[in-house]
């Protein structure tokens, strides 16, 4: 299996809420995580994103769903790129505040750098969060 491959199975796992426990096999121990964006301060490990992610769409933004539009890998760099949107409503409980039935459509990349072991150790997210908590009315 190419790094390319699992980085692809990696992405949909995440993607697919399926938390730590779905991920983990892709994921070097320690693999970082980063993000330039307030709901996500704090998580710095790849594995706890991927729990923060399985609890919002199984929570607030149950039924939430993304679609895949662009991916690519670099072999010089070991890293492989994700553009999708991301589509969740409101509709549960675990927000900042009640369900407000409101939708978001957001846009985000997710880039994955490599170890020689084929695991990803390093997994950045670009994110305007600002945007997406006003289209769901949380800001």
Known sequence: MTNFDIATNF?????????????????????????QCEP???????????????????GALKGC???????SYDEATKTALFFGTFKGRHVGEGGPIPPTMKEANADYVYALTFNDNGKIIEMTKIWNAPWTLRELGWA
Do not use: P, T
């Open 11 to 35: 992405f949909h796992a995440c993607e697919g809420l399926k938390g730590a426990e779905g991920c983990k096999q892709y994921i070097s121990e320690g693999a970082k995580f980063k993000a």
């Open 40 to 58: 996500l301060i704090g998580i710095d490990n790849v594995l706890d994103y991927c729990d923060w992610m399985a609890g919002l769409g199984k």
């Open 65 to 71: 769903s993304y679609i895949l539009h662009s991916s």
